[in-house]
């Protein structure tokens, strides 16, 4: 099934059940509200929401109405816990200098907080005061759990997946921005990540989704200029599974943990999902860029619906 968040004036929005082919959509309200109520309680209602969103793919809802992804919130707009990872080789080189990445930086998965306390839809606009900062995009898929045990290994912590989402996590990459991140004590207002409208579960994407590994095709648009396609199966350090295992290698993981890939980076060069990616990288985006990201999967239609972000000033 394929799941959305409606604005409604509220925090956490409405939630609505999507037709497969993102264009339709049914309010949810009789069996819950929110997508969290669900993510704790999923044994019980996610069968439920099977049952309307099988409802909907027959055309056989009776309330249903066209789907506006304009209207959605990020499918969970605010989490417990947002984790950000660098699960794909190349990506993880950009950390060093050669691009080198030495043995002991991959003997354990690389995690690191991020603010959960807000996400935003997915045409929301990138509000920032300084260019200096060096606003990037970050395009990558993400997963959002259920429960997971302390100590859970890779193979079961896979199981506690419940929904694939697509996002976009922006970064700050000026100098400045970066001097202020290692300042000691100090908090950057890092801007909020971004999520397509729908999330879904992995059976949606049937041999796409295998062993804690999304195969399929991510293309990002900058200002209308395509820097992909990328594939979403090639060059992991680490799979899903192992991201998790790690994250609860000490503490157990709620319901409502969002876990990001990182940007994606196959290692071909083919594609990028950031700016600093790119063979001559620029210092940032500009007042008035746009960013496209889009995931198709093996059968060729959009799987998450897109991410349409314009860079703005702040007012």
Known sequence: MKLATYQDGSRDGQLVV??????????????????????DDWGFLAPQLEDLSRQLNHGKARHAFAFDPAQCLAPLPRSGQWVRSRAYRAQLALGWPDGAVPEAALAQPWLEPGTSDGFTGPTAELAVDRLEDGPDFGAQWAVITGDLARGAPPAQALEA????????????????????????????SCPATAFAPVAVTPDELGEGWQAGVLRARLQVQWNGRALGPCDTGT????????LLAQLARHRPVKAGTVVGSGPVADG??????????????????QFGDTVRIELTGPDGPSVFGAITQTVVEVA
């Open 18 to 39: 999507v037709s497969r082919d993102l264009r339709s959509a049914h309010f949810a309200s009789g069996i819950a509200t929110r997508l969290q109520q669900v993510l």
């Open 161 to 188: 997946v419940r929904l694939l989402a697509l996002a976009n996590d922006w970064t700050l990459r000026g100098p400045e921005a970066e001097e202020r991140q290692r300042g000691a004590g100090r908090v950057l």
């Open 235 to 242: 060059g992991l350090a680490w799979h899903m599974g192992q």
């Open 268 to 285: 071909t060069g083919q594609g990028v999902a950031s700016l600093a990616a790119l063979p001559e990288a620029p210092a940032g985006l």
